[in-house]
């Protein structure tokens, strides 16, 4: 997952909840599972999940709590253009040329609680369409982008950011 996008989410759930700590995924995975083979370690929230049931035992629990890790956060996204056209228009002595392109940007979130363990979130989704579009007249640009990664992390933070303030005080 681009880096931006999870720099986005972490500050979002940080307005909620200031005191959350995070560390990346690969971070915890590179520590905690120094000792497997890379394809052996799990990447995806399901086989995550297998692991804490059937194999993890009380000195990994130990090990992960010594750290203060609460939660995993899986992220996963895609960027899609639905739709493109450009043209031009050519009248002496107006010139212009266009662009449109619709996007849709789709984030998908999974949190599992490692005190608790359990999955806390099971595929939340967002998905944010925009259209952007840019237009020449002849000399002067006029631009205007939509950007549907900062719009879908900035609500999908938010969501998290509620969703985990309210596990805290539970």
Not at 2 to 29: G, M, T, W
Not at 91 to 97: A, M
Not at 148 to 168: F, H, P, Q, V, Y
Request: charged residues 25%; proline residues 4%.
């Amino acid at each position: 997952m681009n880096e931006d996008i999870v720099s986005c989410l972490e500050n979002r759930i940080k307005k909620h909840n200031p005191d959350q700590a995070f560390i990346s995924y690969y971070q915890f995975v590179n520590t905690i599972f120094s000792d497997l083979p890379d394809r052996e370690v799990p990447r995806e929230p399901e086989s995550f999940s297998r692991f804490l049931t059937d194999v993890a035992d009380e000195k990994f629990y130990k090990d992960v709590l010594s750290w203060g890790v609460r939660y995993l956060i899986f992220v996963s996204g895609s960027n899609r253009r639905t739709n493109e056209s450009e043209g031009s228009f050519v009248s002496f002595p107006l010139f212009l040329l266009y662009g449109i392109e619709d996007k849709k940007t789709r984030l998908t979130v999974s949190i599992l609680d490692l005190h608790q363990k359990e999955t806390v979130i099971d595929g939340l989704e967002n998905i944010s369409e925009g259209t952007s579009w840019f237009g020449i007249f002849f000399p002067i640009p006029i631009w205007y982008s939509t950007s549907t990664e900062s719009n879908a992390c900035e609500d999908m933070g938010n969501r998290l950011g509620k969703i985990l303030l309210e596990r805290a005080k539970q």
